[in-house]
């Protein structure tokens, strides 16, 4: 696959059907994501991939209590104010990360990623991203959580059987399966709108109205 078409079109698909993901799909994708850099290629990290069932329906529970606390708290407001205003975008997001919290016990398979001794906590993303682009690469669709690590860490650990006294820390949580839907390009703010140039505030000189990359065809 094009790298562009990988860059432009590996959105949060998160409604996947429940088939399971082939073996060698999962050994790409982690094996893309450790060669991903890590702070000093430390590589402090550890994978653990779900695809028990009776382990993704645990783990489907516990994200969605993580989900109800988050649709209660943190966003509670926000998608309040979006569907009065009838704000398109955030009610998509939200119909869309409903269904994965409804589904999450159904997906074939959850990524788990933890790192220890990263002060900088940034370490981790460059390998969840590379192994969610590998599984765009073999058609696999992808979203990346953070409600589990948040509300539930605790529990997690004691479900998987994380040992609690070594540092490990749960970071991300990748939900992946074949698509219900179909890959698009992401919509953003135009980058001209988010970059300065040489001085914060300081306009750059171009726009970029549309995305750079097309798919053909
Ligand atoms: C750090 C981070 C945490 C996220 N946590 C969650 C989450 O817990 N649950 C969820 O459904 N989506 C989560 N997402 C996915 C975002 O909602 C998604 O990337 C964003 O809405 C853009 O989606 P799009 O690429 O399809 O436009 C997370 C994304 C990031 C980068």
């Given at each position: 696959m094009d790298l562009y078409e990988a860059l432009y079109t590996t959105r949060a698909m998160r409604r996947v059907r429940p088939d399971p993901v082939p073996t060698e799909v999962i050994r790409s994708m982690l094996d893309a994501a450790i060669r991903a850099p890590s702070g000093g290629n430390s590589q402090n990290w550890r994978f653990v991939v779900v695809t028990d069932p009776d382990m993704r329906r645990?783990?489907?529970?516990?994200?969605?209590?993580?989900?109800?606390?988050?649709?209660e708290t943190v966003y509670k407001d926000l998608w309040e104010r979006a569907r009065q205003v009838g704000d398109e975008a955030s009610l998509r997001v939200q119909r869309s990360s409903q269904w994965l919290a409804e589904h999450?016990?159904?997906?074939?398979?959850?990524?788990?990623a933890f790192s220890r001794n990263d002060p900088s906590g940034a370490s981790i993303y460059p390998a969840v991203w590379s192994a969610m682009l590998a599984a765009r690469g073999h058609g696999v669709g992808t979203c990346l959580t953070t409600i589990l690590a948040h509300f539930k860490s605790a529990d997690v650990f004691e479900l998987l059987g994380v040992p609690d006294d070594r540092g490990w820390v749960l970071n991300a949580a990748v939900s992946a399966g074949y698509p219900l839907g179909r890959w698009g390009i992401a919509a953003r703010k135009p980058v001209h709108r988010v970059t300065y140039q040489d001085r914060w505030g300081e306009p750059v000189p171009w726009e970029v109205n549309e995305p750079l990359y097309r798919p053909s065809g």
């Open positions: 645990r783990l489907g529970e516990l994200y969605r209590e993580a989900f109800a606390i988050l649709r999450a016990g159904d997906v074939p398979l959850w990524l788990l």
